[in-house]
C-alpha cells in the first residue's frame, strides 16, 4: 500500500510540473535600423508603432524573456527625437 502511494505521489509531482510549465516565447523585431524597412518609416511615432510587441506575444513571454526583448529594443535612440 506504501508504495503505491508513493507512486501515486511522484505521478502527481510529474504531472504537477508539466502542466505547469510555461513554454518559452521568443520576439524579433519586425525592424531595425540600416534596414529597408527602417528607412522607409517617416517618423519616430512610425518606429514605435511598428515595433510593438502583439498582445499575444506579450501576455505569454516570462519576466526574462520581457527583460531580454526590452534590453535588445532597436530605437532607443529614437527616445530623443520624439
Not at 16 to 36: F, H, L, R
Not at 44 to 52: S, V
Request: with cysteine.
Amino acid at each position: 500500500m506504501k508504495q503505491v502511494r508513493k507512486y501515486l505521489l511522484v505521478m502527481f509531482c510529474v504531472v504537477a510540473c508539466v502542466v505547469n510549465a510555461q513554454t518559452t516565447v521568443s520576439w524579433d523585431y519586425p525592424i531595425k535600423p540600416g534596414t529597408e524597412a527602417w528607412d522607409q518609416c517617416r517618423s519616430a511615432a512610425e518606429i514605435h508603432e511598428k515595433l510593438n510587441i502583439p498582445d499575444p506575444i506579450l501576455k505569454a513571454l516570462d519576466t526574462e524573456s520581457l527583460v531580454q526583448i526590452c534590453l535588445d529594443y532597436p530605437a532607443t535612440t529614437v527616445f530623443f527625437c520624439i
